[in-house]
C-alpha cells in the first residue's frame, strides 16, 4: 500500500539544513513514499504522514478526509495542537522524551517513537591535548552559541579551538554579534562536515532545547565525545558518551570544557564511553521499520 507523506518545500535547501530535513528525506526513500508539499494533492483515503512543522488547525478537517500521521519533530504547544493531534490516526515523535509530554499534555491513544538513525562512520583519531572543539547547529539562540562563548570566554588561559558549523543566516543579527571565540564557518556540504568532524576532539552542544539532538549521534558515530545541555531527548541520544549540563548555564559548560581540557585521564575516559556508546547506535534502517511499524497499525 502506498504511503503519502506531506514534507517541507525546503528540505533539500543547502542553506539550511537541518536534521528534521535529514529524517523526512530517510524516511521517505525507506519507505519509497510518495511526496507532498500539501495535503491537498493527497487521494481520499490515502495513508498520509504530515511533518509536524505543517501542520495547523485546517488538519482538522483532512484527517476526516485521510488516514493521517502526524510526525511530530518539536511539539507546538500551540491550542490547535491538542485537537490537531487527537483527530489523527496516529502521532510518531522521534524521542520518548517528546512522545511522553506529547501524551500527557493531549492524552493521545496512539503515540509511536521513531528515534533518528545514523549512518556507520570512520573513528576520529582525535588529538593528545584535546583542544579542537566542534559545535554543529544553526547559530541561533535556540542552540546556545551564545551560551559556548560566554563559557569559551572563561577558558582564555587555555588553548583550544573551536569552529561552529550551521546556517548564520536564520538569525544573521545574532550571529555578527558573537564575536569570534567560535568560528563560524557557515552551512557544510556533507563530505566537509565528515571532514570537520574527523578533525574535531569534542562536540559541544549547548542547545537550549532540543527533541532529540541528531549531531550527538553522529559524533558518537565517530566515537567523538559529547558536552552538551541536558534539555529535551538530549539524554537519550547521549547515553553513557559524553557529559550533560543545565542549559543556559555558561558557567557549568566552561568547568566541563576546562576539565576536559586539563584532565587528560578524564580525555581518556570520556573517548573510552564514546567509543563503547558507538557500538550500541542504531542505523536508519531502524527508524524506517519503526515509522512503518506505525503506519501498519493504523491501515
Given at each position: 500500500?502506498?504511503?503519502?507523506?506531506?514534507?517541507p518545500?525546503e528540505?533539500d535547501?543547502?542553506?539550511?539544513p537541518?536534521?528534521?530535513n535529514?529524517?523526512?528525506?530517510r524516511?521517505?526513500?525507506?519507505l519509497?513514499?510518495?511526496?507532498?508539499t500539501c495535503t491537498?494533492?493527497v487521494?481520499d483515503?490515502?495513508?498520509t504522514v504530515?511533518?509536524?512543522?505543517?501542520?495547523g488547525?485546517?488538519l482538522?478537517?483532512?484527517?476526516?478526509r485521510?488516514?493521517l500521521v502526524v510526525l511530530?519533530h518539536?511539539p507546538?504547544?500551540?491550542?490547535w495542537?491538542?485537537p490537531?493531534?487527537?483527530a489523527?490516526?496516529?502521532?510518531?515523535?522521534t524521542?520518548r522524551?517528546?512522545?511522553?509530554?506529547?501524551?500527557a499534555?493531549?492524552?493521545l491513544a496512539?503515540?509511536?517513537?521513531?528515534?533518528?538513525g545514523v549512518?556507520p562512520?570512520?573513528?576520529?583519531?582525535g588529538?593528545?591535548d584535546?583542544?579542537?572543539?566542534?559545535s554543529?547547529g544553526?547559530?541561533?539562540p535556540?542552540?546556545?552559541?551564545?551560551?559556548l562563548?560566554?563559557?569559551l570566554?572563561?577558558?582564555?588561559?587555555?588553548?583550544w579551538?573551536?569552529?561552529g558549523?550551521?546556517?548564520?543566516?536564520?538569525e544573521?543579527g545574532?550571529?555578527?554579534?558573537l564575536?569570534?571565540?567560535?568560528?563560524?564557518?557557515?552551512?557544510?556540504?556533507a563530505?566537509?562536515?565528515?571532514a570537520a568532524?574527523?578533525?574535531a576532539d569534542?562536540?559541544?552542544?549547548?542547545?537550549?532545547?532540543?527533541t532529540?539532538?541528531?549531531v550527538v549521534?553522529e559524533?558518537?558515530?565517530?566515537?567523538l565525545?559529547v558536552?552538551?545541555?541536558?534539555?529535551g531527548?538530549?539524554r537519550?541520544?547521549?547515553?553513557?558518551?559524553?557529559?550533560?549540563?543545565p542549559p543556559?548555564?555558561a558557567?557549568?559548560?566552561a568547568e566541563?570544557?576546562?576539565r576536559w581540557?586539563?584532565?587528560?585521564?578524564?580525555r581518556?575516559a570520556?573517548r573510552a564511553?564514546?567509543?563503547?556508546?558507538?557500538g550500541?547506535?542504531a542505523?536508519w534502517e531502524r527508524t524506517?521499520?519503526?515509522?512503518g511499524?506505525?503506519l501498519?497499525a493504523?491501515?
Amino acid at each position: 500500500m502506498i504511503t503519502h507523506v506531506v514534507r517541507p518545500p525546503e528540505i533539500d535547501d543547502p542553506a539550511r539544513p537541518s536534521g528534521g530535513n535529514v529524517y523526512d528525506r530517510r524516511v521517505i526513500a525507506g519507505l519509497g513514499a510518495t511526496e507532498h508539499t500539501c495535503t491537498a494533492t493527497v487521494p481520499d483515503g490515502a495513508t498520509t504522514v504530515v511533518d509536524g512543522l505543517l501542520s495547523g488547525p485546517d488538519l482538522l478537517t483532512e484527517a476526516r478526509r485521510l488516514r493521517l500521521v502526524v510526525l511530530v519533530h518539536t511539539p507546538r504547544w500551540e491550542a490547535w495542537e491538542g485537537p490537531v493531534l487527537r483527530a489523527a490516526a496516529a502521532v510518531i515523535t522521534t524521542s520518548r522524551w517528546t512522545r511522553d509530554r506529547l501524551v500527557a499534555r493531549y492524552d493521545l491513544a496512539r503515540a509511536f517513537v521513531a528515534e533518528p538513525g545514523v549512518d556507520p562512520a570512520p573513528l576520529a583519531p582525535g588529538s593528545a591535548d584535546g583542544s579542537a572543539l566542534l559545535s554543529v547547529g544553526a547559530v541561533t539562540p535556540a542552540k546556545g552559541y551564545d551560551v559556548l562563548v560566554a563559557a569559551l570566554d572563561r577558558l582564555d588561559d587555555l588553548a583550544w579551538t573551536c569552529r561552529g558549523v550551521g546556517s548564520t543566516s536564520v538569525e544573521p543579527g545574532f550571529a555578527t554579534g558573537l564575536g569570534g571565540a567560535v568560528r563560524l564557518t557557515g552551512p557544510m556540504t556533507a563530505a566537509e562536515l565528515d571532514a570537520a568532524y574527523a578533525e574535531a576532539d569534542l562536540l559541544v552542544l549547548a542547545s537550549r532545547a532540543e527533541t532529540y539532538g541528531m549531531v550527538v549521534t553522529e559524533a558518537l558515530a565517530r566515537g567523538l565525545p559529547v558536552v552538551a545541555s541536558d534539555v529535551g531527548g538530549v539524554r537519550e541520544a547521549l547515553g553513557h558518551g559524553g557529559v550533560l549540563v543545565p542549559p543556559g548555564d555558561a558557567g557549568a559548560l566552561a568547568e566541563a570544557l576546562r576539565r576536559w581540557l586539563t584532565d587528560a585521564r578524564h580525555r581518556a575516559a570520556l573517548r573510552a564511553a564514546a567509543r563503547s556508546r558507538r557500538g550500541t547506535l542504531a542505523g536508519w534502517e531502524r527508524t524506517v521499520a519503526l515509522v512503518g511499524d506505525a503506519l501498519e497499525a493504523v491501515r
